[in-house]
Structure formats: C-alpha cells, structure tokens
Nanobody, 122 residues
Framework: QVQLVESGGGLVQPGGSLRLSCAAS????????MEWARQAPGKQQREVVA????????NYADSVKDRFTISRDNAKNTVFLDMNSLKPEDTAVYYC???????????????WGQGTQVTVSS
C-alpha cells in the first residue's frame, strides 16, 4: 500500500558529501515520522541516524550530529538526508523508514525502503 523508493547512494571520498532521497507513494493520509537508519558491514542491527517528525522536530545520532541533515518535501512526500564531512565509518546501507496513517484509517503503519549503499573510501 505504501512504496518507498530510495536514491542517491554511491562511493565518495572521506570529507565528501552525498544526498539521499526517499519518495513515499501510495494510500497515504499522513506521514507521522520519517527516518533514516543504517546498517554497517558486519553489524546485525540498524542504527537510526536521523528522525523527522510531522511537527518538524528532528533528532540525530551523536555519530552524525552537525554533519547530517534530514529534511522533507511535504508536497512530494519525499525525505532527504544531506550527508557532509563523510567518514569511512559512515559506510553502510542506508534505509528510509516511515510511519504513516493510511487513507480511511487511524492506525500507524511502518514501512522500510530497500536500502541504498553508501561507501566512504579513498
């Protein structure tokens, strides 16, 4: 019912920048929370690095604070992650995650994107 399409990953040198995008489509009445999480090589758990709530509140993991910025285009139901001053330890698969209320309903549902690889290496 909800599709998430991510783009923007790739290979970048340390100190470089990338912008990730995630477009949500489907029977969405409202988006409550949009997040970016990452799963580093060899790690089993995903780490939420940035969160944007519908009211505009943002939260960042300490590891990315002051380097990453999450933002949203409400008209296009798209969330962005601007990543600056990238470090090798930022290498991971990055996933978009949203909590939405579907049209005609009241409950929140959780959806994940397919993931996009970000590799920071010289």
């Amino acid at each position: 019912q909800v599709q998430l399409v991510e783009s923007g990953g790739g290979l970048v040198q340390p100190g470089g920048s990338l912008r990730l995008s995630c477009a949500a489509s489907g029977s969405i009445a409202s988006i409550v929370v949009m997040e970016w999480a990452r799963q580093a090589p060899g790690k089993q758990q995903r780490e939420v690095v940035a969160r944007l709530r519908s009211g505009g509140t943002t939260n960042y993991a300490d590891s990315v604070k002051d380097r990453f910025t999450i933002s949203r285009d409400n008209a296009k139901n798209t969330v962005f992650l601007d990543m600056n001053s990238l470090k090798p330890e930022d290498t991971a698969v990055y996933y978009c995650h949203v909590n939405v209320v579907l049209q005609g309903g009241r409950c929140e549902y959780s959806y994940w994107g397919q993931g996009t690889q970000v590799t920071v290496s010289s």
